[in-house]
């Protein structure tokens, strides 16, 4: 005997929402609601993107089961305010892309930085004694310059993470390796420039990209709604109101700034405006 009766979530969009740089927390939050939307049948998923990137193992994580959940169930992507570098290489995990015509994205490339305090630690009177197994152990150490050997290899990583995200776009939006690389210089660009160059299909709100997944799988974009899965709040935000609001300007200051710690001579699929 066939049900007659779709069960709930068949019915609705599933939605998930990508925020802030993407790092560790970002990508266990990601896979874990992934997982979910696998499990419980959701016939489209709808990718809400509002990044400025992050690290590059963590984009490629979140690619990839993107890339397998696609083969399962229609996935769309909304670019919001920005959408930039790891922001772009997790939206190609999306088989098609909705970007408002103002969106900030583009930034393909990859940066990585670290810090010399060489000269600050001469004027206080603080050196450091080093003993390595090879040339290269303590390379980006922030107590002195960069050896050239220490630049080319460098450089090398840098250029095979970017040759990654290049093939990565191009394969994503069917486009040539030198079409993609013609603007994949680090430069940003709006969500209209985004269109003609083929990195998104169309320009509109989240709404739109809304409908449009209600349509592709055969759903009432009048009546279908989006499920959204959200991480879990704080235990004390559920029970004492405004206590979220109140911390959350003092909080993202203090993240951002973690972020910055954790992530010093990282490779980063990152904007820095």
């Known amino acids: 005997m066939v049900w007659p009766f779709k069960p709930k979530f068949r019915k609705q969009i599933a939605r998930i929402e990508i925020t802030g740089a993407i790092a560790s927390a970002t990508r266990k939050r990601v896979l874990e609601a992934l997982k979910t939307v696998e499990e419980k049948k959701f016939p489209a998923l709808l990718l809400r993107i509002d990044s400025p990137g992050g690290t590059v193992g963590d984009s490629q994580e979140i690619y990839s089961a993107l890339k397998r959940l696609r083969e399962k169930i229609k996935v769309v992507a909304s670019f919001g305010n920005i959408s930039a570098s790891g922001g772009v290489y997790i939206g190609m ?28 630690l001469e004027k206080i009177g603080v050196s450091f004694q080093v003993i390595k197994s090879g040339p290269y152990k303590d390379i980006l150490a922030f107590d002195r310059e960069l050896t050239q050997p220490e630049e080319n290899i460098l450089q090398e990583l840098i250029d095979t993470s970017y040759q990654q995200f290049v093939q990565t776009v191009a394969e ?36 739109d990209a809304r409908r449009w997944t209600a349509e592709l799988v055969g759903l009432d974009p009048e009546k279908t709604l989006c499920y959204t899965l959200e991480e879990r709040k704080p235990f004390l935000s559920r029970f004492v109101p405004g206590s979220r609001q109140f911390s959350s300007g003092i909080g993202a200051g203090i993240d951002w700034l973690e972020f910055e710690m954790s992530t010093s001579g990282l490779p980063l699929w990152l904007y820095r405006p």
Do not use: Y
């Not at 995990?93 to 060489?118: F, K, Q």
């Not at 069917?174 to 299909?201: C, H, M, N, P, Y």
């Open 172 to 207: 994503g939006r069917s486009l040539t390796v030198e079409a993609v690389k013609s603007f994949a210089d680090g430069r940003i660009f709006t969500g209209q420039q985004a269109l003609a160059l083929g990195v998104v299909d169309r320009l509109g709100t989240e709404e």
């Open 93 to 120: 995990g999306a088989e098609h892309i909705v970007a408002n015509p103002g969106t900030i994205t583009g930034s393909i490339g990859v940066i990585l930085r670290g810090n010399n305090l060489e000269r600050l």
